[in-house]
T-cell receptor, first 117, second 112 residues
Framework: AQTVTQSQPEMSVQEAETVTLSCTYD???????LFWYKQPPSRQMILVIR??????QNATENRFSVNFQKAAKSFSLKISDSQLGDAAMYFC??????????????FGEGTQLTVNP | AAGVIQSPRHLIKEKRETATLKCYPI?????VYWYQQGPGQDPQFLIS???????DKGSIPDRFSAQQFSDYHSELNMSSLELGDSALYFC???????????FGPGTRLLVL
């Protein structure tokens, strides 16, 4: 079974600074997807960024980027120019895609990010 | 853009009662997933449906059942509710041909 580990239960960053959230995973599959979801106090699950394992290029979405190290099974999220609205719980998630039936997400334990003004 | 709709948003039940949670996927999405998030925990996969058939099953108690209807909406039925069932229940939808799941706002269930 796949497992996802986030070793930082809490992180804090100053507004306008950069912060990196860590995630490692374990899988025997070669083709899979990785995601970062954000859960603000409203508890809505919001997709931040996704990475296809077969792509070597790291994904970026505006201020959010990832450092995907497939051999090390590491998938970290970098938030640049942090804003107060970035404060949330961040979940790393793994998915082994199965086209004919859909695929479950496996989540890490989450990292609570605080942004200090 | 249309999002996943869940109803009700909040639900309070007594122990041993039953509850029904509804999920309306994004239009044209054919796959629905249910997740349970306990207090201070990460979401746990319960069950999924593709084209009205159960496609995958996770850690869903036998007291729970679910189905997907012809209009692709899904319902999660929960019977003999226990205190431990108090949680946030998410529905997510996707196209089976795509890997990204989009989450609804969740239903907060409190069992007293």
């Amino acid at each position: 079974a796949q497992t996802v580990t986030q070793s930082q239960p809490e992180m804090s960053v100053q507004e306008a600074e950069t912060v990196t959230l860590s995630c490692t995973y374990d899988t025997s599959e070669s083709d899979y997807y990785l995601f970062w979801y954000k859960q603000p106090p409203s508890r809505q699950m919001i997709l931040v960024i996704r990475q296809e394992a077969y792509k070597q290029q790291n994904a970026t979405e505006n201020r959010f980027s990832v450092n995907f190290q497939k051999a090390a099974k590491s998938f970290s999220l970098k938030i640049s120019d942090s804003q107060l609205g970035d404060a949330a719980m961040y979940f790393c998630a793994y998915l082994h895609y199965q086209e004919t039936s859909g695929s479950r997400l496996t989540f890490g334990e989450g990292t609570q990010l605080t942004v200090n003004p | 853009a249309a999002g996943v709709i869940q109803s009700p948003r909040h639900l309070i039940k007594e122990k041993r009662e039953t509850a029904t949670l509804k999920c309306y996927p994004i239009p044209r999405h054919d796959t629905v997933y249910w997740y349970q998030q306990g207090p201070g925990q990460d979401p746990q996969f319960l069950i999924s449906f593709y084209e009205k058939m159960q496609s995958d099953k996770g850690s869903i108690p036998d007291r729970f059942s679910a189905q997907q209807f012809s209009d692709y909406h899904s319902e999660l039925n929960m019977s003999s509710l226990e205190l431990g069932d108090s949680a946030l229940y998410f529905c997510a939808s996707s196209l089976v041909t795509q890997e990204t799941q989009y989450f609804g706002p969740g239903t907060r269930l409190l069992v007293l």
